[in-house]
């Protein structure tokens, strides 16, 4: 008994069918998702030498992503300070969420777009009743060209009393994207 030839079309006309199946039913690519690195810093309170307590532990999460040319960016900062800060409006003079987008390049990587954002100083003198809490930056936008762009900021406060403007803490950058 003879086996029956299979046509080279047939077998192609198969294999093409599955790829194209496969390529239908595969999850979305990731490129949506955001890329982040958290970061962690206590910040004493300069103007403050009392018996209490008076350092803010902040954990922040800067984060990019790349959709279409677009580079977005924000900054997430949560913290637990001190319970007797709750609803004291006196504590700063002012403190605001430093972002950037930079360009990704080797030595100095150059800003491209930056924004101050103010909110952070509301929601720190009104946490929680156990002085935490927390504040999301709006989201920071850049058209970019083909080259890699990263996140980056700082939270900067001005305390009351202590003589001196906005002192900077530094956070770590988001991965490129």
């Known amino acids: 008994m003879r086996a029956p030839k299979r046509s080279t ?14 390529a239908l039913t595969a999850a979305p690519a990731s490129a949506a ?18 018996p209490l307590s008076d350092n803010i532990n902040f954990t922040a999460k800067l984060c990019a992503k790349r959709v279409s040319g677009v580079i977005s960016a924000y900054a997430s900062i949560s ?4 319970v007797w800060y709750v609803n004291q409006t006196g504590v700063f003079d002012g403190a605001r969420v430093h972002l950037q987008i930079k360009k990704s390049v080797p030595g100095p990587d150059p800003v491209v777009k930056s924004a101050n954002h103010y909110g952070i100083e509301y929601a720190l003198e009104h946490g929680n ?8 930056t709006p989201t920071l936008t850049y058209r970019a060209k083909s080259d890699r762009y990263l996140g ?11 003589g001196k403007s906005y002192r900077t803490t530094l956070l770590s950058a988001s991965p490129s994207v």
């Open 129 to 136: 009743t156990l002085g935490n809490g927390s504040f999301r």
């Open 9 to 22: 079309s047939a077998v192609v006309t198969v294999a093409a069918l599955a790829a194209t199946t496969a």
């Open 33 to 50: 998702d955001y890329h982040c690195t958290t970061s962690r810093a206590s910040v004493d309170n300069p103007a403050y030498s009392g």
């Open 79 to 82: 913290w637990d300070g001190p």
């Open 152 to 162: 980056d900021g700082s939270i900067q406060l001005d305390w009351n009393n202590d």
